[in-house]
């Protein structure tokens, strides 16, 4: 956990993206991806595969259970690094759809009550 105050963006990077990542390994090691395949689709070492499997890295998160389901959705529609790229960023939109920056911002900062500064146009 970071302390200070993060931009909407590191939020992003520093949890959400590894708990999407956790969330699809998951998901596509009981769809029966070997380990090795799971760590080339994301971009990650087989020792993060094997961590977010032991729940030693990104477990900080959790996703919401429309966000579990969308996972488990992309995570079948995954079969290369292009349709990760496109499956991982529709998964970032919805939660950012679900405002997942703003409960994850108050849970590990302080924000002023009714705060919208991450959605304001």
């Given at each position: 956990?970071?302390?200070?105050?993060?931009?909407?963006?590191?939020?992003?990077?520093?949890y959400v993206?590894?708990?999407?990542?956790?969330e699809?390994?998951?998901?596509?090691?009981?769809a029966?991806?070997?380990?090795?395949d799971?760590?080339?689709l994301?971009?990650?070492?087989?020792?993060?595969v094997?961590?977010?499997?032991?729940?030693?890295?990104?477990?900080l998160?959790?996703?919401?259970?429309?966000?579990?389901?969308?996972?488990?959705?992309?995570?079948?529609?995954?079969?290369?690094?292009?349709?990760?790229?496109?499956?991982?960023?529709k998964?970032?939109?919805?939660?950012?759809?679900?405002?997942?920056?703003?409960?994850?911002?108050?849970?590990?900062?302080?924000?002023?009550?009714?705060?919208?500064?991450?959605f304001?146009?």
């Amino acid at each position: 956990m970071v302390n200070r105050n993060l931009q909407p963006q590191e939020i992003e990077v520093f949890y959400v993206l590894p708990a999407l990542r956790k969330e699809l390994a998951v998901c596509m090691k009981s769809a029966g991806k070997s380990q090795k395949d799971i760590a080339q689709l994301l971009g990650v070492t087989q020792a993060a595969v094997s961590q977010y499997m032991s729940a030693k890295r990104a477990s900080l998160v959790n996703l919401s259970a429309k966000l579990k389901i969308a996972v488990a959705v992309s995570a079948m529609n995954v079969s290369d690094e292009p349709s990760m790229l496109r499956e991982t960023q529709k998964l970032l939109q919805l939660a950012r759809d679900e405002k997942m920056i703003c409960r994850l911002h108050a849970d590990f900062g302080e924000v002023p009550n009714g705060c919208n500064v991450c959605f304001e146009k």
